[in-house]
């Protein structure tokens, strides 16, 4: 596609249940980032994937959150047992390979958990 | 660990004025990039300008254009001929090779206002 895709744009869960967030990066970025933005605050790097290996996981919050790309394209970033602190918008980036290549972002899940 | 901090919560500026956003960052490193990406309410982050640490001349983008400070560790960015369609979030980013992920670290941000 265009641009970097992001399905649900938004999602609210019940306390409790788990949920998952899709994001469809550009065609051939070898780079895949996940952060977490809460109200009124920068973005927080969650995990990073360079093709289907995730080589760093250290941003994730605690073990009810798990990221895959088992193909090397599309990634899935998922959250069991959602709690209020969960709430925020998700963000999804790609890039190609390389410290200076410019990193596209979707428009993000807003996830709410009541 | 490398820190972004930007001290200007919210800035407002007149059409058509210039108006300048300030970022600092704490690293150790001596080969990063910085980056200002823009937010507007639709949440998708755009680049409006990068900087290479090792290039000395100031990066330049049209109306937008950055002060990079190495030794000072400060990356403003400055908004020339301020339009209505600016007004957004603006986030300052680092971005390092030792990572081995290049991942990007944010600021805080800064709401851009920009009056009729």
């Known amino acids: 596609g265009a641009g970097v895709s992001q399905s649900p744009r938004y999602k609210v869960a019940k306390r409790g249940q788990d949920v998952a967030l899709r994001c469809d990066p550009i065609?051939?970025?070898?780079?895949l980032f996940w952060y977490q933005q809460a109200l009124g605050q920068g973005p927080e790097f969650l995990t990073y994937?360079?093709?289907?290996?995730?080589?760093?996981k250290s941003g994730l919050p605690s073990d009810r959150f798990f990221a895959e790309r088992p193909e090397g394209s599309v990634s899935t970033l998922k959250i069991q047992r959602t709690q209020q602190e969960d709430s925020a918008v998700y963000l999804c980036?790609?890039?190609?390979?390389?410290?200076?290549?410019?990193?596209?972002f979707g428009q993000g899940t807003r996830l709410t958990v009541v | 660990a490398q820190t972004v901090t930007q001290s200007q919560p919210e800035m407002s500026v007149q059409e058509a004025e210039t108006v300048t956003l300030s970022c600092t960052y704490d690293?150790?490193?001596?080969?990063?990039?910085l980056f200002w990406y823009k937010q507007p309410p639709s949440r998708q982050m755009i680049l409006v300008i990068r900087?290479?640490?090792?290039?000395?001349q100031n990066a330049t983008e049209n109306r937008f254009s950055v002060n990079f400070q190495k030794a000072a560790k400060s990356f403003s960015l400055k908004i020339s001929d301020s339009q209505l369609g600016d007004a957004a979030m603006y986030f300052c980013?680092?971005?390092?090779?030792?990572?081995?992920?290049?991942?990007?670290?944010f600021g805080t941000g800064t709401r851009l206002k920009v009056l009729a």
């Open positions: 980036a790609s890039s190609r390979a390389g410290m200076n290549t410019e990193a596209f």
């Open positions: 065609s051939g970025h070898v780079s």
């Open positions: 994937f360079q093709n289907e290996a995730q080589l760093d």
């Open positions: 690293t150790s490193e001596s080969d990063y990039y």
């Open positions: 900087q290479e640490a090792y290039k000395q």
């Open positions: 980013a680092y971005r390092s090779p030792t990572s081995g992920t290049y991942k990007y670290i």
